[in-house]
């Protein structure tokens, strides 16, 4: 069984098995990427009228491109955009496989930020395309993830048909600034790569004045993706969108949704419509919650030199600290889940050094879950 799971079109999404593995079970959640989730009475407490067209919904299919009143919602979010720049979708990962499945084919060139979202590399290379990992590189001085714009020509050779980013990132935090931004969308205007940029971290910018424009705003060949789990903690919807001034890319999605979910869950359309018209008071409640755990988390790691290295993201709610002295951060994770009920997911996840590790800080109880780590490290290693 196993061999046959392993020898599909995909490789295993390693990530997801391992929270497969904790996901449910582990007391304390110290890895989660999205923010602290939202129960319905709280959304339908924000559209007096959300009762009564919840309950009258007809539960039959809804458009393939998303209920028109969600569409233009989400349409608002946007400069410059119209209702048919959107592309509703059952989350993100069901975008980002209609867009690879619509725009890919064997042998084009895709370059993709390393490490990633395995999505992001794992579709184009098992759709055969010659994939080229574009690496984050830390600053010398470790106070900053970054991508270097300049190693972009010699990754595509100026034919990559794709370009991925996903700003800010996961799992780093790392956020570009806008001229490094800039110089993506100028190589990628010179070579008419696409651009698709992963923005489902946008919004959670640790300076707001640090926010990148859209890249469906700032590139006429550019695709944005957005969701509701992360940001706005409504992963149980699984609504999230594509957005492009490109026409004949969402026309070609359309092709590929055609075989795959067919349309959007509507009662979650209608959830989502209301999420996203109160984007900024969600939005707003999360942002208080990371700001807040952003600041105890960078007296944790003041104060735990010995444990691992901190490089303050900038955006998001996840980070990547390295474990100070290089071990392998599965050991250390699977202990710390069996002695104190602790999650943290160890780096090899992303194909990348094990001595990472990823912590999340959306979540409302992420105190706690700190002070318990905290206490597990001071009882492993008492102070001599
Ligand atoms: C960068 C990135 N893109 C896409 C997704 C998929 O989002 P969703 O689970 O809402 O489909 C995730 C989820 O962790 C993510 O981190």
New binding site residues.
């Given amino acids: 069984m196993l061999k046959d799971m392993t020898m599909g079109f995909f490789r295993p999404f390693e990530l997801e098995r391992f929270f497969a593995r904790h996901e449910f079970s582990a007391r304390y959640l110290l890895c989660s990427?999205?923010c602290e989730s939202f129960p319905i009475r709280e959304l339908l407490a924000m559209d007096p009228d959300a009762i009564d067209r919840l309950l009258d919904l007809r539960l039959g299919y809804t458009e393939t491109r998303g209920a028109p009143s969600l569409r233009m919602a989400i349409a608002d979010l946007y400069a410059g955009l119209g209702v048919n720049g959107v592309f509703v979708h059952s989350?993100?990962?069901?975008a980002?496989l209609n867009l690879c499945m619509a725009m890919l084919a064997a042998g084009d060139r895709v370059v993709v930020n390393a490490p990633?979202?395995q999505?992001?590399s794992e579709i184009p290379r098992a759709l055969g395309c010659d994939v080229q990992p574009w690496p984050l590189r830390q600053l010398s001085d470790g106070t900053r993830w970054f991508l270097d714009p300049a190693e972009l020509p010699a990754l595509s050779k100026g034919k990559a048909k794709l370009i991925v980013l996903?700003m800010p990132h996961?799992p780093t935090g790392a956020l570009m600034l806008r001229d490094e931004f800039e110089a993506v969308v100028d190589y990628a205007r010179r070579t008419g790569a696409l651009l698709l940029v992963?923005e489902?971290?946008r919004r959670l910018e640790r300076d707001p004045a640090r926010r990148l424009p859209s890249v469906c705003e700032a590139y006429e060949n550019g695709v944005a993706?957005d969701?509701l789990?992360?940001h706005s903690g409504m992963?149980g919807l699984?609504i999230?969108w594509l957005v492009s001034q490109r026409q004949d890319v969402l026309d070609q999605v359309a092709v590929v949704k055609d075989y795959n979910s067919i349309c959007a869950s509507g009662p979650s359309e209608v959830l989502a419509e209301i999420a996203v018209r109160n984007l900024d008071r969600i939005v707003g409640r999360n942002r208080s919650i990371v700001t807040r755990n952003l600041t105890l988390l960078d007296r944790f790691f003041l104060s735990q030199p010995d444990f691992a290295t901190w490089t303050p993201p900038e955006g998001g709610s996840i980070a990547f600290p390295r474990l100070t002295d290089g071990s392998d951060a599965e050991r250390l994770a699977e202990r710390l889940v069996a002695e104190s009920g602790v999650l943290l997911l160890p780096g090899k996840y992303y194909g990348y050094d094990p001595a990472h590790f990823r912590i999340g800080f959306g979540r409302a109880n992420m105190p706690e879950a700190l002070e318990q780590l905290d206490e597990w490290l001071r009882l492993r290693k008492p102070r001599q």
């Fill in positions: 990427s999205d989350g993100a990962e069901e980002i990633c979202y999505s992001l996903n996961n992963d489902v971290y993706l969701v789990s992360k992963a699984r999230g």
